[in-house]
């Protein structure tokens, strides 16, 4: 079977580009080439191109590994998205020109970014991915920020590559790109803004601060489409649906969303021509996304994962575990403010895409980078609750979750490492104790961001504590059916 590329011949059942994608230039180069983007931005970019044309392809950058790259280069950027809804279909994308990665990754990408007809700088790197802090600051300790402050011009990481590009261009008298944020942080236009002014005063002083701070526009998004991990069975249905052979096939979910805040300084693709959403401000919207779809992911990923759920669709098919996801998605909709929109409905459409039955995404790829996630999808609304006086225990029950989780044990009796930047000082906190009173006191010096004192304390501190005991000593299976039992859907 011939392999994807700008020259092979369209086959099988996909739909393939009704343009032709080498006549038009890059404008956008991207950092994080991960399925995520592949799946969102780029199949945005990929319909306005095919409806108006434009040099707005993109070129990806891949800032750690060279194996998206190994199989994108080849293909001439060509890729499949299969969308597996009660139908699934698939298309090929021809937004991407090709991908940077590897040795010469920085110098290549700086080219790329100093470029004049480089318009935006769009990113999906993961939260843990910037080095910002949950209170939006540049974070010292992270290690990509850390070697970028020590070598301004040779950055590594993505603050440090926009930085050195920025300050090139107003060095060549080029005007900036805009930057623009794709990862579920809130607010990440903003808070990203704030940690580039951090570095660059820092890096290159306040001339080059003062340039950006005046010029450079970072408008926030909020971003959605459910995205798993591809798998062999991704790449055989990709090759069936497309007669050829492609080793960056993603697979997603017909869903997807995209609200971004109209403020570009040099001009954009127009995205709401393939449904993107363009409003004056974001927030209300990162909240509603933010709080209900990824609060009540993250509750039913640690959740699932202790009772022996791989995929989210299990969960759904569990009927009392399904139920605490609804309960979930209620409390969070009561902390959402400023938006027309139907939040009864929201919910009951984010539980239909959970239950999807053809897309498998696995409980365990949510779970990962847990103290990245939950300060914005856990704690900001349990804080908002309590004071409000609207439900919290369905927060409590996520917190305890995800504690338990971190608590698990090995064979051996030993805790168990967790896929999470902080991996380190959460081995250190569960390994004191097996009760939720040595335990919650010790994650909760290790995270003050997710277990404020305000959660410690009164009604929802004891709530927590009981909550965690009674899974650390039945079983999760227990307690989601007790839990269910009490309602509040
Ligand atoms: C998920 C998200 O992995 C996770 O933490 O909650 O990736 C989620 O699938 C997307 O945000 C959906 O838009």
Redesign the pocket.
């Known amino acids: 079977m011939n392999r994807l590329s700008a020259t092979a011949f369209p086959a099988g059942t996909a739909e393939w580009p009704r343009y032709r994608p080498e006549e038009y230039r890059a404008g956008i180069v991207h950092l994080g080439l991960g399925n995520?983007a592949r799946a969102h931005l780029l199949a945005y970019t990929d319909e306005v191109l095919a409806t108006q044309g434009g040099d707005w392809r993109a070129i990806g950058v891949s800032l750690r590994g060279t194996a998206v790259a190994e199989a994108l280069n080849p293909q001439d950027g060509r890729y499949t998205l299969i969308i597996r809804g009660q139908q699934t279909h698939a298309r090929v994308i021809g937004a991407l020109k090709h991908v940077i990665a590897g040795t010469h990754m920085a110098r290549c990408a700086l080219t790329a970014m100093a470029r004049p007809t480089c318009r935006i700088v769009s990113i999906t790197v993961t939260e843990k991915g910037y080095g910002i802090t949950s209170e939006g600051h540049l974070d010292r300790a992270h290690a990509a920020i850390r070697a970028d402050l020590a070598r301004p011009e040779a950055p590594t990481g993505v603050i440090g590559l926009i930085v050195a590009a920025l300050a090139h261009r107003r060095a060549m008298g080029v005007q900036p790109f805009t930057v623009l944020s794709c990862d579920?942080l809130s607010h990440n236009g903003q808070k990203l803004q704030r940690a580039v002014l951090e570095f660059a005063t820092e890096a290159h002083g306040e001339d080059v601060a003062g340039w950006i701070r005046q010029q450079v526009r970072f408008p926030s998004t909020m971003?959605?489409?459910?995205?798993p991990a591809s798998t062999a069975e991704t790449l055989a249905t990709a090759a069936t649906l497309t007669g050829h052979e492609d080793l960056a096939a993603v697979e997603t979910e017909p869903f997807r969303q995209w609200v971004i805040e109209d403020d570009f300084s040099a001009g954009r693709p127009a995205w709401e021509l393939a449904g993107a959403l363009f409003v004056r401000d974001v927030g209300p919207y990162e909240h509603m996304?933010l709080r209900m779809?990824?609060g009540a992911?993250?509750m039913l990923?640690y959740s699932g994962q202790l009772s022996g759920k791989a995929y989210v669709r299990d969960v759904m098919a569990d009927p009392a575990h399904a139920s605490l996801v609804r309960r979930h998605l209620k409390a969070a909709a009561a902390t959402v403010r400023g938006l027309a929109i139907d939040l009864d409905a929201y919910a009951t459409a984010l539980a239909e895409r959970f239950a999807n039955p053809s897309i498998a995404?696995a409980t365990a790829?949510?779970a990962?980078?847990g103290t990245q996630?939950l300060p914005q999808r856990i704690t900001a609304p349990a804080l908002e609750a309590l004071e409000a006086g609207t439900p919290v225990r369905p927060f409590a029950f996520a917190l305890a979750s995800w504690a338990a989780y971190l608590a698990r044990r090995d064979a051996r009796g030993a805790p168990i490492r967790v896929d999470d930047p902080r991996a380190d000082a959460l081995f250190a906190a569960v390994s004191g104790g097996t009760d939720a009173a040595t335990l919650l006191p010790a994650i909760a010096a290790a995270c003050p961001d997710i277990l404020p004192d305000a959660l410690r304390a009164g009604a929802f501190g004891a709530m927590l504590e009981e909550l965690l005991d009674a899974i650390l000593r039945e079983g999760m299976m227990a307690v989601l059916a007790r839990e269910a039992a009490l309602g509040g859907e």
């Not at 971003?223 to 995205?227: A, E, P, Q, Y």
């Open positions: 995520f579920n971003v959605d489409r459910i995205t996304k779809l990824n992911h993250s990923a995404h790829q949510i990962m980078d996630k």
